[in-house]
């Protein structure tokens, strides 16, 4: 029951002071907010189809169900 926990979390990388990182390279000017957000959102979506294809295959060997 941490999945609703957890995923709301890991949207840090799509906001422009979400992490030290992105602040720096959005303050340099060097991503803009539109580029910021497409990344963010993909690199999210990536993320969470290896989060649910990791749990459908390892948890059943840990004998959750």
Same mark, same amino acid.
């Given at each position: 029951?941490?999945?609703? +926990?957890?995923? &709301?979390? @890991?949207? @840090?990388? $799509?906001?422009?002071? *979400? ?9 340099? *000017? ?8 497409? +990344? ?11 989060? $649910?294809?990791? $749990?459908?295959?390892?948890? &059943?060997?840990? *004998?959750? +169900?």
């Amino acid at each position: 029951h941490t999945l609703p +926990d957890a995923l &709301p979390t @890991s949207h @840090s990388h $799509v906001l422009p002071l *979400g992490t030290p990182a992105t602040a720096n390279a959005y303050s340099s *000017g060097l991503i803009t907010q539109k580029e910021l957000l497409r +990344d963010g959102l993909l690199m999210h979506a990536f993320s969470i189809s290896i989060f $649910v294809t990791a $749990v459908w295959l390892y948890w &059943p060997l840990l *004998g959750i +169900d």
